[in-house]
T-cell receptor, first 111, second 113 residues
Framework: AQRVTQPEKLLSVFKGAPVELKCNYSYSGSPELFWYVQYSRQRLQLLLRHISRESIKGFTADLNKGETSFHLKKPFAQEEDSAMYYCALSSGGTSYGKLTFGQGTILTVHP | DTAVSQTPKYLVTQMGNDKSIKCEQNLGHDTMYWYKQDSKKFLKIMFSYNNKELIINETVPNRFSPKSPDKAHLNLHINSLELGDSAVYFC????????????FGPGTRLTVT
C-alpha cells in the first residue's frame, strides 16, 4: 500500500530565508508525486508535479527514488507562501487515479 | 462561475441523524471525488466516480453512500451520524480518471453533537 509522510506539521521561517518542506513516500511501483497547496480562505489546488519538472512560484521539487523523497524547496521564502502544503502520491493498478495525501505541513513565513 | 461547489458550507447536526452534502462541478470533468479531512488536517479519499460509475471505494462505513445522478454531480449521504464523522468533507473533480490535477470544492464542515 502507498503511504506519504510529511514529518513536519508546522514550519516557520523568516522572509527571504530558504525553505524546505519534507515529503517521503512508500510505494512499490513507479510513483507520480505532487504538491498541493491551500492558501488561507482558498481552495486546495495543485502547485506542481514531478513529471513536469517545472518551477512554480519559485518552488521546485525533485523526485529522489533512492531516498523515496519529494521535498519542496524555495530559496527565498515570501510572506505570501504561508499556507498548508500537502504532498500527494498517485498510484496505478486498481486504484488508478487515486491520490494519497500526506498529513500536510503548515508553512508560516514571518516578515 | 464557481468550478466545484458544495452545499451546505456548514452543517451542524445531532448524533443519529441522516444528512446529505451536495457537490456540483461545471468544468465538464468526467471524474469526481469525496475526501474527508479530519481534525488533524489529514486528507483521505473516500470515493471516486467516473462518468457516474463508482471506481474507488475506500474503507468507509456503509453509513456513507455516494450518489452520482449525472457526471456533474456527486452527492454524499450519511446515515446515523456519529461523533467521529465530524470533519471537513471536500469534493473534487478531474478531467478524466488518470488526470491527476484535481479541482477542489470549498469544503463542508460537518459537526456532529
Amino acid at each position: 500500500a502507498q503511504r506519504v509522510t510529511q514529518p513536519e506539521k508546522l514550519l516557520s521561517v523568516f522572509k527571504g530565508a530558504p525553505v524546505e518542506l519534507k515529503c517521503n513516500y512508500s510505494y512499490s511501483g513507479s510513483p507520480e508525486l505532487f504538491w498541493y497547496v491551500q492558501y488561507s480562505r482558498q481552495r486546495l489546488q495543485l502547485l506542481l508535479r514531478h513529471i513536469s519538472r517545472e518551477s512554480i512560484k519559485g518552488f521546485t521539487a525533485d523526485l529522489n527514488k533512492g531516498e523515496t523523497s519529494f521535498h519542496l524547496k524555495k530559496p527565498f521564502a515570501q510572506e505570501e507562501d504561508s499556507a498548508m502544503y500537502y504532498c500527494a502520491l498517485s498510484s496505478g493498478g486498481t486504484s488508478y487515479g487515486k491520490l494519497t495525501f500526506g498529513q500536510g505541513t503548515i508553512l508560516t513565513v514571518h516578515p | 462561475d464557481t468550478a466545484v461547489s458544495q452545499t451546505p458550507k456548514y452543517l451542524v447536526t445531532q448524533m443519529g441523524n441522516d444528512k446529505s452534502i451536495k457537490c456540483e462541478q461545471n468544468l465538464g470533468h468526467d471524474t469526481m471525488y469525496w475526501y474527508k479531512q479530519d481534525s488533524k488536517k489529514f486528507l483521505k479519499i473516500m470515493f471516486s466516480y467516473n462518468n457516474k460509475e463508482l471506481i474507488i471505494n475506500e474503507t468507509v462505513p456503509n453509513r456513507f453512500s455516494p450518489k452520482s445522478p449525472d457526471k456533474a454531480h456527486l452527492n454524499l449521504h450519511i446515515n446515523s451520524l456519529e461523533l467521529g464523522d465530524s470533519a471537513v468533507y471536500f469534493c473534487a473533480s478531474s478531467q478524466w480518471q488518470g488526470s491527476y490535477e484535481q479541482y477542489f470544492g470549498p469544503g463542508t464542515r460537518l459537526t456532529v453533537t
